[in-house]
């Protein structure tokens, strides 16, 4: 399967090791991701101002690029923000024809988009491969870690572009399950870890942090997963700072669910753990799953 | 040709009526009627972007933006020159800079105010990419940024026309020192004609040109031999 990939700005940046461990995924599951010819910031988070079209022409320029210029007219992106933020924006201006018209003629050195793109998640292009076809592919399966899926906001909310249930969502689940991982599930699941909050009201991630955490830790989790770089930002950098603040309090490794699968298929050069804030080999080690 | 030296156009600078022949540039056109350049003119060949300057065709909604040196002055032209591009140009030590972090957001963190609107890339003469190299910059791709903006001349309209108050060229030019500086390898060839150069391997030649005449020199110039090399090889 070849897909239209518009990768976003934190994925070339500080997310490295998600880009990297989810093409290999998707390679060795026989999906292409093919970048986007030319792209630029997904727009980071959509506009609700309903008077504001400056701020859809990042998304619908992304879109109207792929209508143009690539063959599919599906795009996936990896980060939950990135395919939240082209979703809504889709959603904006396919209900108001007369916002895209004022859009289409602003952006008058582009070709006109008709809103013929359909946005998608990474998670959603692998639960269209199916969880049979992964199980498969796994070498190495991840017997005995016990991962605690995260999916935050974006992926789940509004209603309306949601990847899955959006109270109870369950295709990170399926697809880790397929890994041969055991699951977790803990009432944090899809609560907000703070997102911008973190850089004018530090504290109130901290302590959302530590909630999270917490309830993972004694739930039984080993690891959380997620596919979103601010969340991962939150749930990963901030722990350091709950460590301060909370004695006795334990770190554990947050990583891009790509990054494991990738350890499960036998691409474990591709899953990146060395960029980690708080480095996972010991745990995988321990549990046999990387070699010391 | 003798049709086109009789034929006379009008233009409007800053709003006046001016009569001033057909096929001059629009810099041409202004000193024809009159304005005399002290500052917004430089090399008169499209590459010093010294004479960024605005008009608006007859009839026509757009804005337009070019080098005065360059645009031919059309009937019926609304004609304004700029003097200059106030911008924010960062001071640095580029030896001091760590090239493995994205310093052009810390220099000029209004970069990260883009929404992508693309009016620095219709506005610039050079026809760059100005809007893509922005957003390489945001991710620090100092590569994609040098590769993007390596045609610029600094005129400034990208910034003028910015409705985020974005100085592109500068971020441009400090991504491309950054780049030049760290991130590309020092090509051998090059060490190795400094080289050649110390050990006096051309003072021959060089001193041989110097006692030249002028019209020995003129003779020396016209026929001398260009080596002819392929599109992107590089010369040894």
């Excluded at chain 1, 504290?203 to 989790?221: P, W």
């Excluded at chain 2, 005129?155 to 108050?165: K, V």
Aim: charged fraction near 25%; aromatic fraction near 8%; include cysteine.
């Amino acid at each position: 399967m070849k897909i239209p990939y518009f990768p976003g700005c934190t994925l070339k940046a500080t997310a490295k090791s998600f880009e990297v461990s989810g093409i290999a995924v998707g390679k060795e599951l026989g999906i292409e991701f093919v970048e986007m010819p030319r792209w630029n910031c997904c727009g980071t988070v959509y506009s609700l101002a309903t008077d504001d079209l400056m701020h859809q022409l990042a998304p619908v320029r992304n879109l109207a690029v792929v209508e143009s210029d690539m063959e599919e007219n599906r795009v996936v992106s990896f980060c939950s923000m990135c395919y939240n933020t082209l979703r809504q924006a889709n959603n904006l201006v396919i209900n108001d024809p007369e916002k895209l018209k004022t859009i289409n003629e602003f952006m008058d050195t582009e070709k006109d988009y008709r809103g013929g793109v359909e946005p998608l998640h990474l998670l959603q292009v692998l639960g269209e491969v199916g969880t049979k076809e992964m199980e498969k592919r796994v070498k190495k399966p991840l017997t005995g870690l016990k991962l605690v899926p995260y999916y935050g906001c974006t992926l789940v909310r509004p209603e309306d572009v949601s990847i899955d249930d959006p109270r109870d969502p369950s295709i990170m689940e399926e697809i880790m399950k397929a890994m041969g991982a055991d699951i977790i599930d803990i009432e944090y699941k899809t609560e907000c870890c703070g997102s911008y909050q973190t850089i004018t009201n530090r504290d109130a991630v901290v302590e959302r942090t530590r909630k999270i955490i917490e309830s993972a830790r004694e739930a039984g989790g080993d690891v959380i997963i997620l596919s979103c770089p601010l969340c991962d930002f939150n749930l990963e950098d901030r722990q350091r700072e709950v460590r301060e603040k909370y004695h006795g309090f334990i770190e554990m490794p947050v990583l891009y669910f790509t990054q494991l699968m990738a350890l499960a298929m036998g691409l474990e050069d591709k899953a990146g753990f060395e960029g980690n804030q708080i480095d996972p080999r010991p745990l995988l080690e321990e549990r046999g799953l990387l070699e010391g | 040709m003798s049709e086109n030296k009789e034929k006379m156009i009008t233009v409007y600078i800053m709003g006046k009526a001016y009569e001033v022949p057909f096929g001059l540039t629009i810099m041409k056109a202004m000193e024809y009627a009159g304005y005399r350049f002290i500052r917004g003119s430089g090399c008169r060949a499209g590459f010093c972007g010294a004479c960024a300057t605005v008009y608006r065709n007859k009839g026509e909604y757009k804005f337009q933006t070019a080098l005065a040196c360059q645009a031919t002055a059309e009937d019926g032209m609304y004609l304004a020159q700029l003097p200059f591009v106030p911008a924010n140009r960062k001071e640095y030590d580029i030896a001091m800079i760590n090239p493995e972090k994205n310093v052009l957001s810390e220099y000029y963190p209004e970069i990260n105010r883009c929404v992508s609107c693309n009016t620095c890339t219709k506005s610039c003469p050079q026809e760059l990419d100005v809007m893509y190299y922005i957003q390489a910059a945001i991710r620090g791709d100092y590569g994609e940024v040098s590769k993007l903006s390596f045609d610029c001349i600094q005129c400034g309209l990208c910034a003028a026309r910015c409705p985020a108050e974005i100085t592109h060229y500068h971020v441009a030019q400090l991504a491309r020192r950054i780049y030049g500086k760290y991130h590309l390898q020092i090509p051998e060839h090059l060490l190795k004609r400094i080289e050649d150069i110390d050990a006096g391997k051309f003072d021959n030649e060089i001193g041989k040109l110097k006692k030249m005449g002028m019209k020995e020199l003129k003779e020396e110039y016209t026929s001398r031999t260009i080596e002819k090399i392929q599109r992107g090889e590089v010369t040894q």
